[in-house]
């Protein structure tokens, strides 16, 4: 078997699918030949890799989005739609929103912003998105999203009970996908702490921390609240 | 199983609320999932499945259960995403220009050049970076485990076209996670 002849065998021999004869045959021709045996480990590699991809989890936001948008649809159904609490959560996210961005957590949150968009300044004048930018910016930035983090972590700690258990466990499953990813993007800084694309993988997983935990302290607030006003029991399951 | 979706989706049909939640919670992990890497990103991934979700409540009355709820759910996520990335031919073109001149720097190599550990994050990231024609076979055969002539049907493209893609996805995986750079 020549290179070009494996070639044109070689995903099907990666996959495992090629009938005995002809892998007996691209086994006599990669014990000879080194490129062709590099490819295929590449290519094993990267197969398995793939196969071991963490799955992911939409939010809960995406259902009461989707909820919403059929409720004012057309067709949508009637407010029968979703339970209680659920209507209530809905109609009181944004305010839960405004409330938690004037409160402690807005205090916390705006100072990042600023930061961020001065970064942000800083890198488009030094080169666009690739560059790096300067370490103690980089470390004052993450400094203050492990700060607002940390605040909405003991939040949604503290008020997790709020939460439905469908809710809670698909939170548990989003920051465990999230802290994955920032663990790999701190540990890539650590290697090469000048790599503009682990910053901004770094900064990119820290944000979605702090939006998820901020959706969910807007969800706990707007329970909280339903739950005081007597409308709907808050750990109703109604969400199963 | 095809008699339970049925009733599912009559149930729908008629107003029950709770029979729709139950056909999201069923199905959104696996479809996510799907669209999530086709997309590339979750902030893409969560709109488009709530546009196919929207899609599906429109489209629930022409169901008539010749597959499953979750194949036809499935056909209806792919067939959505491609329309998306279709819309966006431009924007895509120009990422598989950038792809493609890529592949052609990739060196001829005697030794494993991808390393052992690939990263989950590099490789997430390299899968969100291919031209979206490959990138869709390659979820499909690869992450998804369909086989070739499933995706064919799923794309309607022929097997040889599914299997081609899949091929340069994987050989500009290999670029890329080579630290291959144009």
């Known amino acids: ?10 995903d099907d ?11 007996i045959e691209c086994e006599a021709h990669l014990s000879a030949c080194t490129s062709c045996r590099a490819l295929t480990t590449d290519l094993q590699t990267i197969r398995q890799a793939t ?29 029968a739609w979703l339970g209680g609490w659920q209507r209530a959560v809905i109609g009181s996210v944004t305010c ?22 001065r970064v942000a ?10 560059a790096p ?21 003991d939040i949604t700690r503290d008020q997790r ?19 994955s990813a920032i663990g790999e993007s701190r540990a890539a800084l650590d290697r090469e702490p000048d790599n503009s694309v682990a910053q901004d993988s770094l900064f990119e997983a820290l944000r979605d921390k702090l939006a998820l935990l901020q959706d969910t302290v807007a969800i706990i607030s707007a329970m909280r609240q339903t739950n005081a006003d007597g409308t709907a029991p808050v750990d109703t399951g109604s969400n199963q | 199983m095809r008699a339970v979706d049925l009733e599912l989706v009559h149930r729908c049909q008629h107003g ?15 479809l996510y999932n799907l669209v999530f890497r086709m997309a590339g990103s979750a902030h893409d991934a969560e709109d488009l499945l709530q546009e196919i979700f929207l899609l599906a409540h429109r489209k629930l009355g022409s169901f008539r259960g010749d597959s499953s709820l979750g194949t036809w759910l499935y056909r209806l996520a792919v067939n959505h995403c491609l329309d998306v990335f279709r819309s966006r031919q431009a924007k895509m073109a120009r990422a598989t220009e950038s792809l493609d001149e890529e592949g052609a720097a990739e060196p001829a190599a005697t030794s494993p050049m991808v390393p052992t550990a690939v990263s989950r994050l590099d490789l997430e990231r390299a899968i969100a970076r291919l031209p979206a024609g490959c990138r869709t076979a390659f979820v499909l055969h690869d992450v998804e485990g369909f086989e070739h002539n499933e995706i064919a049907k799923l794309l309607g493209v022929s097997e040889g076209t599914s299997k081609s893609q899949v091929h340069k996805a994987r050989m500009k995986l290999r670029a890329m996670l080579s630290g291959v750079t144009p």
Request: negative net charge; proline residues 5%; glycine residues 8%.
């Open chain 1, 1 to 10: 078997m020549t290179c070009q002849e494996y070639d044109v065998q070689i």
């Open chain 1, 13 to 23: 021999y990666v996959d495992g699918v090629l009938p005995e004869p002809l892998r």
């Open chain 1, 51 to 79: 196969r071991e991809l963490e799955p992911h989890v939409p939010s809960p936001q995406v259902w009461y989005r989707l909820a919403a948008a059929i409720d004012a649809g057309p067709r949508g159904f009637s407010t």
């Open chain 1, 96 to 117: 839960a929103v405004l409330i938690a961005g004037l409160s402690w957590v807005g205090g916390r949150l705006a100072p990042i912003a600023r930061e961020h968009d």
């Open chain 1, 121 to 130: 300044s800083i890198a488009s004048t030094t080169g666009g998105d690739s």
């Open chain 1, 133 to 153: 930018i300067d370490a103690a910016e980089f470390s004052a930035v993450e400094q203050q999203y492990t700060a607002a983090i940390a605040g909405l972590e």
């Open chain 1, 161 to 179: 009970a709020t939460l439905d258990m469908n809710t809670a466990d698909v939170l548990t499953a989003n920051l465990k996908v999230i802290d």
């Open chain 2, 16 to 30: 029950d609320a709770a029979a729709f939640e139950e056909v999201y919670r069923a199905h959104a992990g696996r």
